[in-house]
């Protein structure tokens, strides 16, 4: 009998910064299981990650930045995609991903949201959303859907909460997604199809929150979660938006809501230089990056 | 380096403060722009929008000024200068992304042309109420540049030095212009591009593998890297080690904090300016910045005239404070009246520098209007007695 060597590789260890290995995200969270999507999407669209950049707000989703190995930018609470505006209209020529959480995005940070997406600046932005402010103990969100516990409303929520989808669609994106921890492969494609568009995308991804979100409300671990996600969700692609919304334990609607493009000059960065080249002529002084020396 | 003559636009101008100021940002590299507008600041960004698109760059005009603080640094570690203005209201709502500047170590300059506060107060009148806003305003402990222009030939000059000075240190540097400063129209010479130095990045000729992010050279101050080369960098405004990656020890928090204040503080010989005239055998110094120190000229010359020896010590770089001229001047003189447009902000650190050894008079107000000269006189002449 024979002895083999087997040896355990991996495949998007070359993606992770492996000397910051293991990550802060607690068992059962979907955080880590986007970001193994988000490797294959890369992988599989074989994408050029020298000319690729990952810009995080603050909170759970936030620390993405700082374990993948691409150039990556941590910011403030709130005010990635205001950064990252700044790097993608500075150097056009980088693929600029947004990837944070539903509170830094859509709470202090959806001013910022809504208008990036009214100028379509060509961002890619992946929103985590489990429904609750995690990193800081599991208060209510802008996201956190009717009558479940959070540990500022410990006796129920009441607040109204957004539908992300539909209000990134009012706005202005052209790609508008939503998946669930549970549907991997789908969510994998889908960013895929969002590295293939150019303007402002978004993909929402419903991540189970074991310790702050379901133990709260007695919704199991992330195990039943997943069973639970496999349960209720259904796609339907090309759903009308107002009729995605969310709510504690009804029918969760995934798939490819929205694909399409706005007018023939396409993302801000091709509007801003049609509109100069046009009013100025041959005194426009067009520049491939803003660079300095 | 001389600066790119695409930005320079050589010859003998007749300028607002505001104007020369964009000029000095074209000069100096800034290609790039993120602004809110306020008012009276916002001429700067106007003539940015409108030069910037037949010289290579952008110019956006965010939502808010969150948004414009925190976009004009995405464009630097894009591959820009880039710069921001704005006035009180707006550097209020700043204050954040100083601290994510301070701490990431992100060349940008902004630009306060100071009106009257509190809140929205005098939107069209000036003040120098922002002094120790611009020092303290964020949280944490981490040191900032000021500078302090009293004409338009200095907006345009002193523009230039704060782009240069926020790449050689990596620190936000701030141009605090006042309300009349910014709306006063004055010949504003702007040389050839050969006679503009300029400071160039301090991009890393390392290969990436053997590149530290945070990683300080002799003077403390760590080399930038080029995004989209490989580097793989990562900013955060976490406290961060060598790598730039997070870590809360208190001892690496220690090393880094302490390293981003000592780099500034220990070139406070090479980043002050100023301006001194009449300092020996004054009995009297007064102390200004700003467009107070045009009319506290006026004040010296009146009580000059009257016999009195008195001298003048202008601030050109506010922050870091110039701790050792003013004790200097301490020593020699029986007084010191310190004449600015609020009601004691910089005159705290003149106390404090002089530590007793003369007496330090305020000549306050509350903004709106510049002070008389003779409020400024009677106060020289007071502590002269």
């Known amino acids: 009998m024979s002895e083999a060597t087997v040896t355990i590789h991996n495949p998007v260890e070359e993606f992770l910064r492996m000397d910051r290995i293991p990550h802060i995200w607690c068992p059962g969270c979907g955080i880590g299981t986007s970001v193994n999507s988000f490797a294959h999407a890369l992988t599989d669209a074989n994408i050029d990650r020298k000319n690729l950049a990952i810009v995080s707000g603050i ?8 374990y993948v190995n691409l150039d990556s930018f941590h910011t403030t609470h709130g005010r990635a995609i205001p950064f990252a505006t700044g790097l993608k209209l500075a150097n056009p020529k980088l693929n600029v991903v947004v990837y944070s959480g539903d509170g830094d995005l859509f709470a202090i940070g959806g001013n910022h949201l809504i208008h990036a997406a009214r100028r379509n600046i060509d961002l890619k932005v992946v929103c985590i959303n489990n429904l609750v402010f995690a990193m800081t103990g599991g208060q209510t969100a802008p996201t956190t859907p009717g009558a479940v516990v959070t540990s500022t409303n410990p006796y129920g929520t009441y607040d109204p909460s957004f539908n992300l989808p539909y209000l990134v669609e009012a706005a202005g994106a052209v790609y508008v997604a939503r998946w669930t921890a549970f549907h991997v492969k789908q969510l994998a494609r889908s960013m895929e199809e969002m590295f293939a568009k150019k303007g402002f995308s978004f993909i929402e991804v419903l991540s189970p929150c074991p310790t702050l979100y379901q133990r709260r409300n007695k919704m199991g671990d992330g195990l039943d979660t997943m069973k639970f996600y496999k349960q209720v969700s259904k796609v339907r692609n090309g759903a009308p938006t107002s009729e995605v919304a969310l709510s504690k334990s009804g029918e969760i609607v995934v798939g490819k809501f929205v694909d399409r493009e706005r007018g023939e000059r396409g993302d801000y960065g091709n509007l801003m230089h049609d509109s100069l080249a046009g009013a100025l002529g041959e005194d426009y002084v067009e520049t491939e990056a803003c660079s300095c020396q | 380096m001389h600066a790119d003559p695409a930005g320079v636009l050589t010859g003998t101008h007749f300028l607002d403060g505001d104007h020369a100021c964009c000029e000095g940002a074209l000069a100096a590299g800034a290609r790039f722009s993120s602004g809110y507008p306020i008012t009276p600041s916002t001429e700067v960004v106007e003539r940015f929008a409108a030069r910037v698109p037949t010289v290579g760059g952008t110019f956006i005009q965010m939502e808010d000024e969150l948004a414009a603080s925190i976009t004009l640094q995405g464009a630097v570690w894009g591959g820009a200068k880039a710069f921001t203005v704005t006035s009180g209201p707006g550097f209020s709502l700043m204050m954040e992304h100083i601290g994510y500047a301070a701490m990431t170590e992100t060349p940008c300059v902004f630009v306060d042309v100071q009106r009257g506060g509190p809140s929205t107060g005098l939107p069209t009148l000036p003040a120098q109420q922002d002094m120790m806003q611009v020092r303290w305003g964020s949280h944490g402990d981490y040191e900032i540049i000021a500078l302090c222009p009293n004409s338009p030939q200095e907006c345009f000059d002193l523009t230039i030095t704060a782009f240069n000075y926020s790449e050689k240190y990596r620190c936000p540097v701030f141009v605090m212009m006042d309300e009349v400063v910014g709306h006063m129209t004055e010949k504003v010479v702007i040389p050839v591009p050969e006679d503009i130095e300029i400071e ?20 403390l101050v760590p080399d930038m890297p080029r995004v989209g080369e490989g580097y793989n960098v990562h900013v955060t405004g976490l406290t961060h080690d060598e790598r730039g990656y997070p870590d809360m020890r208190p001892a690496v928090q220690d090393v880094l904090v302490r390293r981003l204040v000592d780099k500034i503080k220990n070139n406070v010989d090479k980043i ?3 301006e001194a005239d009449h300092i020996e055998g004054a009995e009297v110094v007064v102390v200004s910045y700003g467009i107070t120190s045009r009319v506290a000229q006026k004040a010296i010359d009146m009580a000059r005239q009257k016999g009195l020896k008195v001298g003048k010590f202008r601030l050109i770089t506010a922050w870091p404070f110039p701790e050792k001229q003013i004790a200097e001047i301490a020593a020699k003189v029986k007084g010191i009246v310190v004449a600015e447009m609020n009601l004691g902000q910089m005159v705290r650190e003149v106390e404090r520098a002089a530590a007793g050894q003369a007496k330090v008079r305020l000549v ?11 409020d400024i006189l009677k106060a020289i002449m007071e502590v002269a007695r």
Not at chain 2, 202 to 215: C, H, M, Q, S
Not at chain 2, 364 to 374: D, L, Q, R, T
């Open chain 2, 272 to 274: 002050t300016l100023f």
């Open chain 2, 364 to 374: 306050g107000h509350a903004g709106g209007s510049v002070h008389k000269p003779e």
């Open chain 2, 200 to 219: 160039p990045r301090r991009y890393t000729t390392l290969p990436p593998e053997e590149f530290l992010a945070y990683k300080p050279g002799a003077d």
């Open chain 1, 59 to 66: 909170g759970c989703t936030g620390r993405v930045a700082g």
